[in-house]
Nanobody
Framework: QVQLVESGGGLVQAGGSLRLSCAAS????????MAWFRQAPGKEREFAAA????????NYADSVKGRFTISRDNGKNTMYLQMYNLKPEDTAVYYC????WGLGSAKANDYAYWGQGTQVTVSS
């Protein structure tokens, strides 16, 4: 069973950048497809980006495509989300999630393991 811990959130002005990290432990990280989801106040959790076990393939929500980049370092058991040109509507708690094998998925129910989340706040 893998445990996930996010870090890197914070307060940033609109147009700024942040890099989130998700550190994994307790499992063979390279066997897990990974994803980032986010949840804004009063809204449902939504998909942001996903990456396959090897990191070769990625997919993004339309709302973040071209501004966010998901990546992973299997040697460091860590996944990243580089966020550029942040907007106030990107304000949310960001969660990393893991599913054993398979392709990256945009469906939250496909992921069995979740981190505790990290807050990202973008001021206008």
């Amino acid at each position: 069973q893998v445990q996930l811990v996010e870090s890197g959130g914070g307060l940033v002005q609109a147009g700024g950048s942040l890099r989130l990290s998700c550190a994994a432990s307790g499992g063979t990280f390279s066997r897990y497809a990974m994803a980032w989801f986010r949840q804004a106040p009063g809204k449902e959790r939504e998909f942001a980006a996903a990456i396959t076990t090897s990191g070769v393939s990625t997919n993004y929500a339309d709302s973040v495509k071209g501004r966010f980049t998901i990546s992973r370092d299997n040697g460091k058991n860590t996944m990243y989300l580089q966020m550029y040109n942040l907007k106030p509507e990107d304000t949310a708690v960001y969660y990393c999630a893991a599913k054993f094998w398979g392709l990256g998925s945009a469906k939250a129910n496909d992921y069995a393991y979740w981190g505790q989340g990290t807050q990202v706040t973008v001021s206008s």
